[in-house]
């Protein structure tokens, strides 16, 4: 067998390659889709703890209520939200189905149902400030519902990514099963 940069083996034209086993396609698949989950798991966990961090301080009362408003209904059910996270995270180094399929269900359940609610429970706020210019709730100064649509429509972009790739990788988790139960 030859180097790098020593010279090529005797007897061979490097053509001689078509043999070699590879890794199948859906192994290689799995560990890219379970890279990208793991991804938008840490994004969504950097979301929830400024929620945690901005409920806290609206609770506790650290700031003044002009700097940071009380919570809106939706954010408490949200806090939920980071069960499925934990649930893809365990499912992810014995490749369990079970889990996986947990957290894509519940990630709707915790995730994507408060969201569609703090959409529809902050729409007549937006509305007042679109239509009228008054904002009732502040956040440092900001139209406190203004920042959280900000916020909502990036975890629903996270959440619904987050699905994507679970399916993805639930077919490919799927495909090595069905070749292991052929043999």
Do not use: C
Not at 43 to 53: D, E, M, P, S
Not at 162 to 171: A, F, G, I, N, R
Request: proline share 4%; hydrophobic share 45%.
């Amino acid at each position: 067998m030859a180097s790098r940069a020593g010279p090529r083996a005797a007897g061979t034209d490097g053509s001689d390659f078509q043999h070699r086993e590879r890794v199948a396609k859906h192994y290689q698949m799995s560990v890219t889709l379970k890279y990208e989950i793991k991804k938008l798991i840490y994004v969504h966990l950097v979301l929830w703890l400024l929620l945690v961090a901005k409920m806290s301080v609206g609770h506790l009362r650290l700031l003044s209520h002009d700097q940071v408003a009380m919570p809106y209904q939706w954010e408490y059910p949200y806090l939920l939200s980071i069960l499925p996270s934990l649930l893809g995270l365990l499912s992810f180094p014995r490749n369990n189905i079970s889990y996986l399929v947990l957290s894509m269900i519940s990630t709707g359940l915790f995730s994507i149902a408060p969201l569609i609610y703090g959409s529809m429970e902050m729409f007549p706020a937006a509305q007042q400030l679109y239509r009228h210019g008054k904002a009732y709730r502040f956040l440092f100064g900001f139209s406190a519902v203004s920042v959280m649509y900000l916020v909502l429509v990036l975890a629903v972009q996270v959440h619904a990514w987050q699905l994507y790739y679970s399916k993805k990788l639930l077919d490919s988790w799927f495909t090595s099963t069905q070749e292991k139960k052929r043999k």
